[in-house]
């Protein structure tokens, strides 16, 4: 919306609900968003989600799973 009618940042984010410091820095081109990861990292490795998993589904085979 700012960059095709030129319409205020501020006003653009009011109207999406997004933060206008966001926006603004999106429309100048000062961070990708596509690569930005907000919030915290991952708990678990990639190795022990997958232990995790396997366990879980082994404790389900045994009846050791509520639903």
Do not use: C, W
């Not at 205020?8 to 000062?30: C, I, M, S, W």
């Not at 990708?32 to 998993?53: A, H, K, N, R, Y």
Request: proline fraction near 4%.
């Amino acid at each position: 919306m700012v960059i095709e009618t030129g319409s205020p940042v501020k006003t653009a984010a009011r109207q999406y609900g997004v933060p206008h410091n966001t926006l603004r820095d999106e429309v100048k081109e000062r961070v990708d968003l596509q690569t930005v990861m907000t919030g915290q990292g991952p708990l678990f490795s990639t190795e022990e989600e997958t232990e995790l998993v396997s366990h879980v589904k082994y404790m389900a085979n045994l009846g050791m799973v509520s639903q």
